[in-house]
């Protein structure tokens, strides 16, 4: 039987905890420092609360040190690494494999960080043998390179990402941010410049797009695709968003959780979840109440679709109808009234979006009624005919609060009444064992035997802490004991009290057998020029594509150029390998 995991960001440990109560099987987050986005650090403490938390579970937790560390650095990041692996973490997330491994002390397993490039089984294969247990691959990849690739490893793991944000350029590759704003991507600074707004000109000099977000991605879901991928070699399936909120990481992860569930349970024995523990009660998951700039599957097929958010590189939620009516209805504010199938329960406070001439107008109901007319404060380029979208809905942030999910491991307890003892003997679903014997010899017999053999039922049949028992099997011979219903409360505490003594047992994924060679080295060899290179194409995207037929392949000859307010860009087509080159600007 493969184990799968589930593997979600956490900007901090609260939104780890909430992650993994959602069902997911592994979290990753940052420690202090050396983390690839500088705004979502950790300290060593709040890494710990959250390790002890998922190992209830038999979850993992993993530590990003995923940036370029400069040589006057490698002290603290070995300070920080230790100090992770003290406080619990079962993996390291780094982009320098090289550098860590140095370090015999370090212990706990390295994960090949998506920005170390990979992209062929010979590059994953180089980086298994520097040491490292499992390879993130970059994004931008098709099935069959994924199963190639998975092919070539037989003893590591593979992560895929599956859900969140895309970078335009290929993973650790991505210079643009350090050339327009000195913000450096492989210090954790990336100043999201394929979210900015440009000019596209071609080599006449002629605007042909004007002031759009012409490098922004829609975001990644591959939701119906996992068995496509576990199939492939895949065991571990990545959520983005370490600065995303937790009402996303919430969301996402059940949606996941669930798919995986459903996965496992069709799989004849052919798949489980790597860590224990199910979700019971909360919220139904829908992904598309949360942030997204519309999805895609992107080369997942290994073809081209339109993947470009060019006209909402923010999040424009789901279509809820088009504008009917305006009505002006005094203190500034405005009755809108909405054509649209069904009833789209429209509530005050709820986000809403439009694309206007600049990008993107959102605005907020200030009074909804639960139907298709609300009032609000409308911005001045909303009018009728509009096509209305909702980025915020406050009914189904409520739901989540007030639905929050609970995850609980399962407990067999087995009870016996002889010789005037009884005995019990629980069992978790990870193979955990606690027993208790008690002088009852002295208690009376039960009159009713039904009506006590009920009270046993129900009193060892609840939930304690993280457990949820149930009474699997009660022999009494003899009769049983006149028991009070704290008594017996006491008896199913004693046991999940020993449980707990005991460590959560963990799936191993794969089992590294490679030792690291000597020779290893992870470096790549980059052409400093390119700023970027994706498989992403603005002419495919404009149907300007120099391939196919039918596409409008007159403007800009080879070249185009793209122009912000900072600086001029120069685009390349790499058409061989079907493939887009950013340059500083070529005069």
Sequence with gaps: MTALEL??????????????DCGADAVYMAGPEFGARKDAGNPIEEIKRLC???HKFGARIFVTFNILAREDELGLLHKRMLEAQQAGADAFIVREPDKCRQWSDI???LHASTQCAIRTPERARQLRDSGCSRV?????LSLEQIRSICASLEDCEVECFVHGALCTGYSGQCRLSEYLTGRSADRGECAQACRSLYDLIDSQGRVLVRNKALL???DLSLLDRLEDLADAGVCSFKIEGRLKNISYVRNVTRAYSTALDKLCAMSGGKYCRASFGSVSEGFEADTTKTFNRGYTSLFLDGERGKWSSMDAPKSMGSRIGTVESLRPCGNGLTEVSLRCDGNPDLRSGDGLAFVGHDGIVGFRIEIGRGGKNFLCRAPEELRAGTELFRNLSVAFEKSMDSNACRRSISVDVCVRVMDGYLSAEAVSEDGRSASLSQDISALERASDTARME?????????????YNFSLKSLEAEDGLPLLKASAINGIRRSLAEELDAVPCATRPLLTMTAAPSANAGTGLCEDSSILMRSKYCIRHELGMCLKEEGCDNRNGGTNLKLKNI???LTLQFDCRNC??????EQK
């Design 7 to 20: 593997l979600a960001p956490a900007r901090n440990a609260d939104i780890g905890i909430a992650a993994i």
């Design 52 to 54: 002890d938390y998922a």
């Design 107 to 109: 212990r706990v397993p």
């Design 136 to 140: 993130v691959l970059e994004r931008q």
């Design 216 to 218: 922004s991605l829609k």
């Design 454 to 466: 009920g009270m046993m039922r129900e009193g060892l049949g609840k939930k304690s802490g993280h």
């Design 566 to 568: 900072k600086r001029c």
């Design 579 to 584: 493939e887009m080159i950013l340059t500083p």
